[in-house]
Nanobody, 112 residues
Framework: QVHLVESGGGEVQVGGSLVLSCAAS????????MGWYRQAPGKQRELVAT???????VYADSVKGRFTISGDIAKNTMYLQMDNLRPEDTAVYYC??????WGQGTRVTVSS
């Protein structure tokens, strides 16, 4: 079983940027079906961005043009570059592999 550990969360002002990292405990050979979800207080967990089979990327409409998902196979690490952050991006962000393996989450707070 692959363990996933997120890092990079924190508090940032509106319009700021953060980069989240998701480190896998074991060797991964592709980022297929790996992605980022988030859960805001009182809301359900929702998809933010994901790699699909074949290496395509899918983004939630609310983050298109602002967030970028990427990965470094050599480092077994996936990233989420988040730019132009908004208060509504405040949430705990989770990385996942096939929605089976989940990290513990990293909190992002965007303040105005």
């Amino acid at each position: 079983q692959v363990h996933l550990v997120e890092s990079g969360g924190g508090e940032v002002q509106v319009g700021g940027s953060l980069v989240l990292s998701c480190a896998a405990s074991a060797r991964i050979f592709s980022f297929n079906a790996m992605g980022w979800y988030r859960q805001a207080p009182g809301k359900q967990r929702e998809l933010v961005a994901t790699f699909t089979t074949g290496g395509r990327t899918v983004y939630a409409d609310s983050v298109k043009g602002r967030f970028t998902i990427s990965g470094d196979i050599a480092k077994n690490t996936m990233y989420l570059q988040m730019d132009n952050l908004r208060p509504e991006d405040t949430a705990v962000y989770y990385c996942t592999r096939s929605t089976v393996n989940w990290g513990q989450g990293t909190r992002v707070t965007v303040s105005s």
